[in-house]
């Protein structure tokens, strides 16, 4: 996930996804400047990017141990977990795993791609070791298929087709998954109609929630935060009008290595709710 303000002037989102997240504050700072430039905040912005790249190297060798497992010193939200977790926490940080277990973990995926992966797939290399690569935004045949057990899940991952060693996915993760599993991966057909593109859900109904809760980082109209994938930026409206299925797993359990509240103690039909208001947010930049 990126950062992006509305020009003073013109009122264009800049996205710095893809950047360093040690330098987005930075980057802000420039960006923040009329059109004729403020050369101040360009300087400052610079000079506080060297900093804060060093500052980011420190915190890191606090953050993560040798084998890249987050220490729990770190930012209890995004790398760290709770001393007894609940069953919620545990049930929303499978939902984390399962879009994407490396930003979860804060590791490096591997670089080639999985050998499982379709060879007509348009992902490739770390990308393809995502459990949605395969199963999907909708969780495909995985909904519903339970009751699993911890054991199984274990199984299945560490057996030859998946691959998943303990180096990527620690022993200590797999209660989550499993809840996860069991409890999260729901079927989305009530609350999404997959032809349509759209949500069954009332817009009317979710626009307070949408107002009060997730405006606080989207922004009235869904475009406070911009999503960079390498040559396209788009907004939450966007996202939700390409793939409701997504935007629906990361309302209910929130962004993986990023502080975004999870609305899964919300009932599943309100959360449908919030996505048919997103789905009528602007798309693009104007």
Not at 35 to 41: A, D, P, V
Not at 57 to 86: F, K, N, T
Not at 200 to 218: D, N, R
Request: hydrophobic share 40%; glycine share 10%.
């Amino acid at each position: 996930m990126s950062y992006g303000w509305r020009g003073q002037k013109d009122h264009r989102r800049r996205s710095i996804l893809g950047l360093p997240k040690d330098k987005r504050f930075c980057y802000s700072l420039a960006t923040r400047s009329t059109r004729q430039g403020n050369l101040m905040r360009i300087w400052i912005a610079a000079v506080l990017a060297t900093g804060l790249a060093s500052a980011s190297a420190i915190a890191q060798s606090h953050l993560s141990d040798p084998e890249g497992e987050v220490d729990d010193a770190g930012h209890d939200y995004v790398g760290g977990r709770p001393d007894h977790p609940s069953e919620a926490w545990l049930v929303v940080r499978g939902g984390k795993l399962y879009a994407d277990w490396m930003e979860a973990l804060m590791k490096k995926g591997p670089e080639q791609s999985h050998p499982a992966y379709p060879a007509g797939g348009d992902q490739s290399g770390a990308a393809t070791w995502r459990c949605t690569a395969c199963h999907g935004w909708d969780y495909g045949t995985l909904a519903g298929k339970g009751p699993w057990t911890e054991a199984d899940v274990t199984v299945i991952l560490r057996d030859d087709r998946h691959r998943y060693s303990e180096d990527m996915l620690p022993a200590a993760e797999m209660a989550a998954l499993t809840l996860f599993l069991n409890k999260g991966a729901a079927d989305t057909a009530p609350f999404i109609d997959r032809a349509a593109g759209k949500s069954k859900g009332a817009a009317a109904q979710g626009q307070p929630y949408y107002e009060t809760i997730c405006a606080a980082c989207h922004g009235y109209d869904g475009r406070t935060l911009g999503f960079w994938d390498g040559a396209t930026l788009t907004y939450l409206g966007t996202e939700a009008a390409q793939d409701p299925a997504k935007v629906f797993h990361m309302a209910r359990f929130g962004h993986p290595g990023e502080p975004m509240v999870a609305l899964y103690l919300l009932p599943p039909a309100t959360v449908a709710d919030i996505l048919a208001f997103v789905q009528t947010l602007p798309t693009g930049d104007r």
